[in-house]
T-cell receptor, first 112, second 112 residues
Framework: EAEVAQSPRYKITEKSQAVAFWCDPI?????LYWYRQILGQGPELLVQ????????DSQLPKDRFSAERLKGVDSTLKIQPAELGDSAMYLC??????????FGQGTRLTVV | KQEVTQIPAALSVPEGENLVLNCSFT??????LQWFRQDPGKGLTSLLL?????REQTSGRLNASLDKSSGRSTLYIAASQPGDSATYLC???????????FGGGTRVLVKP
């Protein structure tokens, strides 16, 4: 069964360091989302791509976060420098033409 | 701005009892509504998706209803099992391809 792949599953980093997460959506899914989920809360959108174009990054802290999807397939989310408050689960999701969204297993980030 | 609320935040029931999970949204202009399950430390698994034109959707022991006029959706899980213990989240996009706005989730514990 097709699934959204994310890596790494877990990441521990020191504050002020750089960290990157990778996502490979389900093949053929043009829409890719990055969400952040703080423990005990629902996910919130950081950035949404349609193919290689950003369609919503209004909640992305652009001074430290960046995201790219160069060939319209896989995507990378970067944080530099990481802060203690960035500790959270980072979830990637994809969908086909505005239908059901499918999520990956997430990357659990701990900033120490 | 769409706000999605899930009450209660936590629920504990004995095995075999039916589960009723509530989801409320402030803006009835939704494209669809999706219910997810999340196990601790894991990603989200899609359970059911209800189109805005539908009243309900069923899959096995799960049944989800949608009442746009009152801004409510309900997820029913029949004859609960300990394996149903998880957090259940609802989410809705405003239009096709838009981001999902999530509720805070209901954490369910089914006791054997």
């Amino acid at each position: 069964e097709a699934e959204v792949a994310q890596s790494p599953r877990y990441k521990i980093t020191e504050k002020s360091q750089a960290v990157a997460f990778w996502c490979d959506p389900i093949s053929g899914h043009a829409t890719l989302y990055w969400y952040r989920q703080i423990l005990g809360q629902g996910p919130e959108l950081l950035v949404q791509f349609q193919d290689e174009s950003v369609v919503d990054d209004s909640q992305l802290p652009k001074d430290r976060f960046s995201a790219e999807r160069l060939k319209g397939v896989d995507s990378t989310l970067k944080i530099q420098p990481a802060e203690l408050g960035d500790s959270a689960m980072y979830l990637c999701a994809s969908s086909l033409a505005a239908t059901e969204a499918f999520f990956g297993q997430g990357t659990r980030l701990t900033v120490v | 701005k769409q706000e999605v609320t899930q009450i209660p935040a936590a629920l504990s029931v004995p095995e075999g009892e039916n589960l009723v999970l509530n989801c409320s949204f402030t803006d009835s202009a939704i494209y669809n509504l999706q219910w997810f399950r999340q196990d601790p430390g894991k990603g989200l698994t899609s359970l059911l998706l209800i189109q805005s034109s539908q009243r309900e959707q069923t899959s096995g022991r799960l049944n989800a209803s949608l009442d746009k006029s009152s801004g409510r959706s309900t997820l029913y899980i029949a004859a609960s099992q300990p394996g149903d213990s998880a957090t259940y989240l609802c989410a809705a996009p405003k239009a096709a391809g838009n981001k999902l706005t999530f509720g805070g989730g209901t954490r369910v514990l089914v006791k054997p």
